[in-house]
């Protein structure tokens, strides 16, 4: 009954940690910075350790019975195997400050259960809820079979009534505790999908309601300029503000060209495109700036097949993606553009040596108004970005160092080969 208390009360603190960790949070909004999060995770994990021993049981000859092997083992599955070794020296440190021979014991169990979580956490996190539930489930009976038959069986205290009563308790608070865990983790999860998604919404009904309005003036705006720029009658010095203000239009049309993007998510002229044409191409456009920036642009082609898409819209995505890389070098740079097939997709890669990003920065791309360059940025060019590739069933993958510089991946499924190429 002693036993039984004791663990239950454990059980209660593993909860209270689980939901405070929780409310914590949910409070703090979503630009938590990743690197900080994982120091609380692993914090979170060792003073439930810490607490578990603190109110563990004691079965005498120097053995003590708890519920710490939760933390410990939740704490490895979701944080990886640094965090595993970390909060397993960890326990063992606090288990020899208690003394007696269950430290031995527990070196035993802690090295089995970290060579156990290795092997399954590269699977664990891709499983289903059930699945995971049933896999912590099995791992922590097995540790309570070892954990209580062995040194019962060295020492001969065979309270069998003890051992069903740690087990059980083990297993269920395992069960319920990852059970908690899961669920508040997809609710986490859901709420920022919700956040994003109606900052999208936003987006797209002011795309669609002033985008419209905006557009057909410029144009008529434009076309008069342009009629008096071509004017004889015009003198130089007018000819020449009338160049700058269309520039400057034209400007304006590009960025209400991005908002209309969101107007129209779906794409309107799909066909067979050629990468190789369309790289080279958005190259041409951009050489006036990589002339001025001092950046050296590479390609090396090693696809056969084409993809399929609207191809003023991919032309777009390439375009932001290499601004972005180009303004990212002000001193100068190489650019590198590589293609190559893998896994049934084209993959177009998209390096530069320029500044960089930060994790959190790399976290927000494509976010609407996500910009670091103040007056300059528009913070859409990712935006529209994603939205187009992911349109045409793409996947964008981002990595970035700071001062290194960053890498931006598009990978599309293959379409046909290249002589039944259209454009
Ligand atoms: P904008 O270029 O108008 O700022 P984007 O959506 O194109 O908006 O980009 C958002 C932000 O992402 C940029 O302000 C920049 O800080 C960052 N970024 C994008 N691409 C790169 C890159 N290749 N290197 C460094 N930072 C980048
Ligand atoms: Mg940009």
Known sequence: MEMMNGLL???????????LTNMLLLHKNKFIQSSVWNYY????????????????VSVGHGFIYDLRFVPFLLGGLYGGKRVTIGLG??????????????FWLSLFLILISTIGIFVISPLYLKKSLWTKLSIVSAFSFVYAVIAYLMPGLLYGFNDFIAFIIYGIILVISTFFVTYLSEILRTTFVLQLEAMKFEKMEIVSHLAA????????????????????????????????YAMYAIEEANRASGIIN??????????????????????????????????????????FFQHASAIKGDPHKFHQVLLNIFKNSIEAMPDGGILTIQTYENHN???????????????EHIARLGEPYFSLKGQK??????????????SMKGIVTVTSEIDIGTSITLAFPIHDAKDSILR
């Open 345 to 359: 997709r084209i993959h177009i890669k998209i390096t530069d040596t320029g500044h960089g990003m930060k994790p």
């Open 377 to 390: 940025g528009t913070g859409l060019g990712m935006m529209v970005v994603y939205r187009i590739v992911e």
């Open 209 to 240: 309601s002033i985008s419209h309005e905006v557009r057909n003036p410029l144009t008529a705006v434009i076309g008069f300029l342009q009629l008096i720029g071509e004017n004889e009658q015009t003198n130089e010095k007018s000819k020449t």
């Open 41 to 56: 995770f692993v914090f979170i994990a060792c003073s439930q350790i810490v607490i578990s021993l603190l109110l563990s």
């Open 89 to 102: 020296l960890f326990l063992l440190a606090v288990r020899f400050v208690l003394g007696g021979d269950g």
């Open 9 to 19: 009360i454990n059980l209660l603190f593993i909860l209270i940690f689980v939901l």
């Open 258 to 299: 991005d908002y209309l993007t969101f107007a129209k998510p779906h794409l309107t002229e799909e066909c067979l495109m050629n990468i190789d044409n369309a790289i080279l191409k958005c190259n041409d456009i951009l050489r006036p700036l990589t002339l001025k920036q001092n950046v050296e642009i590479e390609t």
